[in-house]
């Protein structure tokens, strides 16, 4: 794929995980980055590895620090005309003991928070008359969930319900709205918290691979950055609307691989 043509903020992109995953892809598609993070310095820091990329400080959850970070775009770069709502918080909580605060903390990152960012992104494509394309990060919680993920998993679903409904709405424009929901994604940090659910993380992210997915090997963050890549990219010209789950397969698997298994 050749991305150099396009310009694509990546919120939240400053970390690890899929964030930084989706900048690798792009960058070695040749995509230019704007990589928003709320602190200033972990934006810089991603943005020296990558040949072209420039920091945008912002915190998505302020209105007057979107408008200025799409300040700072327009006079550096021009319009943009990629984006992908990666920033995103979560909650392992049971749900009687979730306080309002934390809830609202959640919903005003994973949904209010991507949809103020879309908004302002469609503004400028419609005031600059140019076409784009949107790429909400859900999750494999979108789809299906487990105990004590209920606000966070409600939060996922109302992403993948707003990107069909922006689709729809944009596809007038020839803009384009996708998702991808992500399933386990390989990260070290991961072990600490599998520690609050499993004495042994090694040994149950092991297992989960094994029986839980079809296909049995680590989902690594690049993987969701090239299917980020690919929905950004003409090459996926009549696809919108959609979420693509990266899960090795978790969300089509009616049992587990050591229930079918059983000797």
């Given amino acids: 794929m050749d991305l150099s043509h396009l310009k694509v903020l990546v919120t939240g992109g400053g970390g690890i995980g899929v964030g930084a995953g989706v900048c690798q892809a ?27 990329a420039i920091p945008v400080q912002a915190d998505i959850t ?25 920033a995103g918080v979560g909650l392992s909580k049971a749900v009687h003991l979730i306080e309002a605060e934390e809830f609202d903390g ?25 076409t784009g394309n949107i790429v909400n990060v859900s999750s494999v919680h979108g789809f299906a969930s487990q105990p004590n993920y209920s606000t966070y998993a409600s939060s996922k679903s109302a992403v993948e ?13 020839n803009i384009r709205c996708n998702a991808i929901g992500p399933g386990m994604v390989h990260a070290e ?21 094994e029986n839980q997915q079809t296909l049995h090997h680590f989902i690594e963050p690049i993987d969701c950055g090239y299917t980020a890549a690919f929905l950004l990219s003409d090459l996926s010209r009549s696809v919108t609307g959609q ?4 899960d090795a397969g978790k969300t089509i698997m009616l049992f587990n691989q050591d229930y079918i298994n059983q000797k």
């Fill in 161 to 173: 319900g707003f990107t069909r409904a922006l689709a729809y709405e944009l596809g007038q424009y």
């Fill in 189 to 209: 940090q991961n072990y600490e918290l599998i520690k609050t659910w499993a004495a042994d993380p090694v040994k149950w992210v092991e297992d989960f691979i």
């Fill in 62 to 86: 302020q209105k007057e620090d979107i408008e200025r970070m799409f300040d700072i775009i327009q006079a550096e770069v021009g319009p943009i005309n990629g984006l992908v709502n990666n």
């Fill in 243 to 246: 979420t693509i789950y990266v």
């Fill in 26 to 52: 792009l960058d070695q598609f040749g995509a230019t980055l704007l990589i928003n993070e709320k602190e200033l310095d972990k934006a810089v820091k991603a943005a020296k590895l990558y040949k072209n």
């Fill in 106 to 130: 959640l919903y005003d990152v994973n949904v209010k928070g991507m949809w103020h960012v879309s908004k302002y992104f469609v503004k400028q494509l419609l005031a600059h008359k140019i």
